[in-house]
C-alpha cells in the first residue's frame, strides 16, 4: 500500500515537474508576435489590478488607450485583442481573463460578428491561423483545451502541438539569441499597455448606414453573440457591446443594422457608433489609418469618449498598491512621450495635406 | 504509424492498459490485435498481404510439422541405420515443402524490392525492342517486408532443420510474424527467442515498464535529437553533390555514419523499449559498433540481427554445402593451398555481402557497398596473420588503450567510405564524394554560413554528441566487467527521485531539442528497407 501511495506520488510529481518545464518552455518558445505575446502582457499584469478587459480585433486595440483612461477617468483596462480575432473566441477569453483578475466589466467589440457574417471570404485557414496566433500565449488550461477542441479545424496532433506550445515552436528556442530568451523569461507588463497606434491618415467620409431586404447574419452568427451574454452571466460580470466607428460597405453596413436590430431586441447593453449621430466627434477625413482603424488622433478622441461613458455608467475605479500604481504610472509616461512624437508626426501630414 | 508521433504514445498507452488488465492466457491476443491495427494503420492492402504470406506459410508449416512429427515416430523403435533412413526419407519431404515455401516469399520480396532494378536494367544491357517495350515497373513494397520476410525464412528453416516446433495455433503464429514492435524494422528475431515470451503471462511490475520507458526516451533521443536534426545537413549534400568538393564529404560521411546510427539505433531503442513494457526482451540489434577495431567486429556489433540471420541461413549453408566443397577441392588443386583457401573462404563471404547490399534495395550503390565490405573482410582475413606478425616485430603493445582508438578510428574511416558509396545518387556521385574527399582539401566551407543549420542547431548536435559517447563508453565499460548490469540496471538501482530526474531531463531534452511536428519527416532510414 505505502509503495503504491509512493508511486503515484512520484509520479504525479515528476508530471508536474514536467508539465510545468514544458509551459515554461512553450512561453519562451513562441514567436516574437505581438498577436502572441498579448496573453504574457496580460498575464504579467499584478493579479486583480484591472477594472476593465477589451476584447476584439484590431478594431479594440487601435481605437483604445489604456493610459488615457487611466489618467482621465481612474479606471484601468487591458486589452485582450488581436487582428482579425474570430468573434467565437471571446467566451472563452472571458473565462480566461477572470482567472487572474478580479474584473468589472468587459468591452467586447463587436464587429467581428460582421467579419463572420463575412466567412467565405476570410477563408476557414485564415481563421484557424488568428486562433493558432491567439491561442499560444495561452496558458494550458481546460480553457484552452475546451477553445481548442471546439473551434481548431485541425487534426488531433496540431490540436496537441497547440496545446502544448513548446510542441509546435521548440524550434525556436535554438534561434533565438540568449538575450531574446532572457528578454521573454523576464515576465513584463507592456510599455504602453497593449495599444497599438498609427501617425498616418487617410481621407475617409463617414457612410451612411442602409438596410437590405437580405438577411446576412444567420441565427448560427448571433448565437454567438447570445453565447457572450451567457458567459457574462455566468461569471457574473457587467458587458458593454459596442461596434467602434468604421468606414462600413454597402453590404457591411446593412449587416450593421441587422446586428444592432437583433441587439436592441435582445436588450444588451450595446452601443454602435456607426448609425445614429456622431457622439465621439471624429474628424473622418484626419482620425482614421485606413477604413476600418482609428489613427493616434481618434484614438484619443474615441478612449475619451469611451472612458467618460464607461466611468459615468459602471463607476470604476483602479485599487492599486504601490507597485502596481507605480506601473500604470510608468505606462503613462511612456505613452505620453510616444503619443507625443505620433501626435506632432500627424500633426504635420495634416498640415501637408 | 511512426513510433515517434503522438498516435503511437497513446496507441503504446492503450495497448498496455488493455494488455495487463486482460488475464494472462489471453494476452497474446491483445498483441495480435495491436499489431494488426499498427500494421493496418499503413494500409488494408499491405495488412492483407502480409496475413495472406502468413497464411500460406503457415500451411506448409503444418506440413512440415507433420514430416517432422512422423519421422519421430517412425524412428522411435527403428535401429540406427533404418532411422537415418527415415530421417533422410523426411528431410526430403520437407526439403519440398520448405523450397516451395521459400520460393512463394522470396518472389513477393523480389517482386516488391527488385523487379523494377531488374527490368531496368535488363532494358539497359539487352537492347531486343521487344524488351525494350517492357514497361517501367515499381510497387511499393509494404512496411517492413524485408524484416518479416526474414523473419518467416528463418522460421521455415528453423522448422525443417527441426530446431522448432511448427506453432500450430495460426493467430499465435501471426502475432510471432506480425509483432508490431518487431514487424517493420526487426530486429530479425527467431521465433524460438521471442515464441515463448510471447504466450507467457506477464505481471504489471512498474520496475520493467520503466526500464522500458528509459529505452524508449533513449532511442527518441537519438533519434529526434541527433539524426533528425544532421539529416538537414546531410541531404542538403547528397541530394546535390556535385556541387560540392572536398573535405565536405568527410564531414557528411561523419556526420551521415552518426545520423544512420542514431536512426536505426534509436529507431530499435524505442521498439524494444516498447517491446520490454509488456515483459517481452528483443534481442539487441546494435552493441555501439564504432568502437569495434576491425570491420568483422563492426559488422557483429552492427545490425546484429541481420548479420546473424546472413550468418546462419547464408553463410554456414553456402559453405557447407556439396557443390561448395566440390569446388573448394579444384580451387585449391588448381591455384595452390594457400592462395585457394583464401580464395574458397572467400566466395561464400561476398555472396553474403552482395545479398546485404541487395537487401537494402536493388540499387547498384548499394550493391557496390555490399561488395566493398566483402573485399574489406576478406582482405582482413587474408591479412589477419602477416599483420599480427608486422605488429609482434615492431613490439607495438596491443593492448594499450592509444593502439586501440587507433584501430577504432580506422575501422570508422573504412565505414564513413562505405557511407558515401551506399548514399551516393548513382555509383559516379559515390567516385565524385571519394576521390573530391582526397584530392580537393582546399576547398572550405562554412557549416553555420554556408548550410541550413543554424548555430544553435549545430551546439544541439554537439552536445547531444557528447552525451551520446559519454553513455556509449559508461555502456562499454560496464559490459566488458562483465557485470551483467546495464545502464538502466545502474540507474534502477539509483534514489527514486534522482531516476525520475533522469526521466524528466531525457523527456525534456526531446520535447525542447527534437525535430518533429510539422513540416518535420517522420520516417526512419531503415523503414524504406
Known sequence: MIKCVKGTVSIL?????????????????????????????????????????????????????????????????????????????????????????????????????????????????????????????????????????????????????????????????????????????????DEYKMTRQKSTFKVKKRPELKASSERYLTDEILGYVDDIEKKADELGVDVLLISTPFVANEKQGAMQLELDAYLDDQGYTYIDFNSGEDVIGLDYSTDFFDGRHTNVAGAKKFTSYMAKYIKENYNLKAELDGEAEKNWTDACEAWSLEEEEMMAKWRKSVEGK | MSVISYLFIVFLICTLIIYYIMPGKFQWIVLLGASLVFYGYAGIKYLLLVVTEAVIVYLFSLRMQKSLDEQEILARDADRRTARKIKNTEKVKRKKYLVAALFIVITILVIFKALGFLIENIKRFVPIDRIQDIPDFKLVAPLGISFYTFMIISYLVDLYNGRISAQRNFLKYLTYVMYFPHVTQGPIARYEEVGHQMWEHHRFNSDVIMRGVWLIIWGAFKKMVIADRISAFTTEIFGDVFSYKGMIFWAVGIAYSIQIYCDFSGCMDIMRGASECFGIVLGENFRRPYFSQTLPEFWRRWHISLGAFFREYVFYPVSTSKLFLKLNVKIRDHIGNVVGKVFAASIPILCVWILTGLWHGAVWNYIAWGLYHGILICMSTLFEQPLDRLTHRLKIRTECASWQIFRMLRTFVLCVIGRLIFMGQGIGSSIWMIRSGFTDWGKVYDLVGDFTLAQGEWSVILISCIVLLAVSIAQEILERRETGEDIRGWLMRQNVWFRWLVMVVGISSIVICGVYGSGATKAFIYEQF
Open chain 1, 13 to 189: 510529481s515528476v508530471l508536474l515537474m514536467l508539465f510545468y518545464i514544458l509551459s515554461r518552455a512553450g512561453q519562451l518558445a513562441i514567436p516574437e508576435d505581438f498577436d502572441s505575446d498579448v496573453w504574457a502582457s496580460y498575464y504579467a499584469e499584478e493579479d486583480n489590478t484591472i477594472n476593465t478587459v477589451l476584447i476584439g480585433s484590431s478594431a479594440m486595440y487601435r481605437y483604445w488607450l489604456p493610459t488615457r483612461a487611466y489618467e482621465e477617468q481612474g479606471f484601468t483596462s487591458a486589452l485582450l485583442a488581436t487582428a482579425g480575432q474570430d468573434i467565437r473566441l471571446i467566451p472563452y477569453t472571458m473565462e480566461e481573463a477572470v482567472k487572474s483578475q478580479d474584473v468589472d466589466l468587459f468591452v467586447v467589440e463587436i464587429r467581428s460578428a460582421i467579419t463572420r457574417g463575412n466567412v467565405e471570404e476570410v477563408g476557414s485557414d485564415k481563421l484557424n491561423y488568428r486562433l493558432e496566433v491567439f491561442a499560444t500565449g495561452m496558458k494550458p488550461s481546460m480553457t484552452k483545451f475546451r477553445m481548442i477542441q471546439n473551434l481548431y479545424d485541425a487534426d488531433e496532433s496540431k490540436k496537441i502541438e497547440l496545446m502544448f506550445p513548446i510542441l509546435m515552436f521548440h524550434d525556436n528556442l535554438l534561434q533565438y539569441d540568449k538575450e531574446e530568451i532572457l528578454d521573454r523569461m523576464d515576465e513584463k507588463t
